[in-house]
């Protein structure tokens, strides 16, 4: 890859971490950029992370929840970095990462801080982990026994977009 081309998508990631206003896993910033939009090849866009986190542009801290995965985060040398460099990041490119984070940041914030898993028991009955994450600690947690593994699933694939509304129920249950 050419020198130009390494500066630009270090500016994009900077631009793209601080248009997100949040932390965010390093997996789904790789989705992002290289499988969702192709704006940076994975394998350049992982090099790209690892050169920002070094030269002290970002925040890389490694995620409590999941062991082998990093939290994401645009630090106050990254943002005086972009903002020297801002208009060297072509208008377009700007408007387009705009929108699409615009589009869907809450999508992306779901699959950041709603979190669910399912594991089988001994007895053969399968137990289903949900949780709302702040900061990368939990502040909500419910644990089901189910005895299906489609009953789990299910469980699971609708945590993400019933989180919200469930919390929000318990809260409304618990306090006066």
Known sequence: MIHDEVINNKLLVLFILEK??????????????????????????????T????????????????????????NEDGKVCLSHFFNDIPCSVREEVTAYIHRTKLEYRRKQEF?????????????????ILKAEAPIFELNFNVATYGKALSICNSWTQKAPEVYKTFLEMLVD
Not at 23 to 43: G, K, T
Request: glycine residues 2%; proline residues 3%.
């Open 20 to 49: 997100l206003e949040m932390q965010i896993s390093e997996d789904i910033l790789l989705q992002m950029c290289a499988v969702d939009n192709n704006w940076i090849p994975y394998f350049y866009c992982k090099q790209v992370i």
């Open 115 to 131: 979190h669910s898993k399912c594991s089988r028991d001994k007895d053969g009955s399968y137990k289903v982990n949900c949780q």
């Open 51 to 74: 050169e920002l986190a070094a030269a002290n542009f970002i925040l890389r801290k490694k995620d409590e929840t999941r062991p082998s995965s990093y939290n994401l985060s645009i």
